[in-house]
Antibody, heavy 118, light 109 residues
Framework: QVQLVESGGGLVKPGGSLRLSCAAS????????MNWIRQAPGKGLEWVSY????????KYADSVKGRFTISRDNAKNSLYLQMNNLRAEDTAVYYC???????????WGQGTLVTVSS | SYELTQPPSVSVSPGQTARITCSGD??????AYWYQQKSGQAPVLVIY???KRPSGIPERFSGSSSGTMATLTISGAQVEDEADYYC????????????FGTGTKVTVL
């Protein structure tokens, strides 16, 4: 069965950096686009970024463009999110989600919490 | 930027029907999807392409779309259906390709 497991979250100071990882299993990882989606405490869902199956294409929400970088290693079945110059408003649970192939997420991980605070 | 607007909350008695709306200008041209998120859990897809139900989702969940409004209907709501529900769609015209609705808290009591 499809499994997505995020890791790498934690407490970081404003201006700091963090790298999130997502380990995928139960499907052919290299066939699918992947997304990062976040949810601030008590708030709604916000799409952050996606990457194409071969990493040729990436796209970012304006709120993170220039600060976050999505990448993947198909040999390791892993997705990453490098987050630099973090701000308090980046505090959220970050979910890794597989794209169905029809422009919507179909499977989600359980999320990893990122807290940006001094 | 493109927005999908939902009512903040809907309350329903067990066994009754709950309807959640999602309003967006691009919905006449784009599919709507619905996700259920129970407290402390990851979202789960309950409706895709306006009205299709993934395997394993109970038949009491149904979806429809007309004009600029999509609707998720829970017929005969159960206590276990209490959750936040988010609509979702795509927007090829702007810089934000994937958009989630504002979310609706469904209370079953």
């Amino acid at each position: 069965q499809v499994q997505l497991v995020e890791s790498g979250g934690g407490l970081v100071k404003p201006g700091g950096s963090l790298r999130l990882s997502c380990a995928a299993s139960g499907f052919t990882f290299s066939d699918y686009y992947m997304n990062w989606i976040r949810q601030a405490p008590g708030k709604g869902l916000e799409w952050v970024s996606y990457i194409s199956s071969s990493a040729t294409y990436t796209k970012y929400a304006d709120s993170v463009k220039g600060r976050f970088t999505i990448s993947r290693d198909n040999a390791k079945n892993s997705l990453y999110l490098q987050m630099n110059n973090l701000r308090a408003e980046d505090t959220a649970v970050y979910y890794c989600a597989r794209d169905s192939g029809y422009e919507h997420p179909d499977y989600w991980g359980q999320g990893t919490l990122v807290t940006v605070s001094s | 930027s493109y927005e999908l607007t939902q009512p903040p909350s809907v309350s329903v008695s067990p066994g009754q029907t709950a309807r959640i709306t999602c309003s967006g200008d691009a919905l006449p041209k784009k599919y709507a999807y619905w996700y259920q998120q129970k407290s402390g859990q990851a979202p789960v897809l309950v409706i895709y392409e306006d009205s299709k139900r993934p395997s394993g989702i109970p038949e009491r969940f149904s979806g429809s779309s007309s004009g600029t409004m999509a609707t998720l209907t829970i017929s005969g709501a159960q206590v276990e259906d209490e959750a936040d529900y988010y609509c979702y769609s795509t927007d090829s015209s702007g810089n934000l390709p994937y958009v989630f609705g504002t979310g609706t808290k469904v209370t079953v009591l």
